[in-house]
């Protein structure tokens, strides 16, 4: 069982950056995958980042690579999105997600069985 607590969100000036948080309680952290998801009203969550348990592996959206850093430390049980050159359009409620696996990076949003209650993200023009 893996509880998600988001942090870091809130409003910047479009080129800004924002470094969002993800806590995770309980001791395997380090065997779950970790995705940041984001939803916009009216919406479906769609996929931004996604990191294997080592850390070694990751993947990005289209719409974010060369803008977003996912990042891990398993010693404090923490995933990290660092977001550079944000732009209105990443406006979003962000959340979180783990999955217990051996796989390299998950992009579904099915595939995760742990969600974090998301932390809004306000990008102004």
């Known amino acids: 069982q893996v509880q998600l607590v988001e942090s870091g969100g809130g409003l910047v000036q479009a080129g800004g950056s924002l470094r969002l948080s993800c806590a995770a309680s309980?001791?395997?952290?380090?065997?779950?995958?970790m995705g940041w998801f984001r939803q916009t009203p009216g919406k479906e969550r769609e996929f931004v980042a996604a990191?294997?348990?080592?850390?070694?592996?990751?993947y990005y959206a289209d719409s974010v690579k060369g803008r977003f850093t996912i990042s891990r430390d398993n010693a404090k049980n923490t995933a990290y999105l660092q977001m550079n050159s944000l732009k209105p359009e990443d406006t979003a409620v962000y959340y979180c997600?783990?999955?217990?696996?051996?796989?390299?990076?998950?992009?579904?949003?099915?595939?995760?069985?742990?969600w974090g209650q998301g932390t809004q993200v306000t990008v102004s023009s």
């Open positions: 997600a783990a999955k217990a696996s051996n796989a390299l990076v998950e992009i579904s949003t099915t595939a995760y069985g742990y």
């Open positions: 990191i294997s348990w080592s850390g070694v592996n990751t």
């Open positions: 309980g001791r395997t952290f380090s065997r779950y995958i």
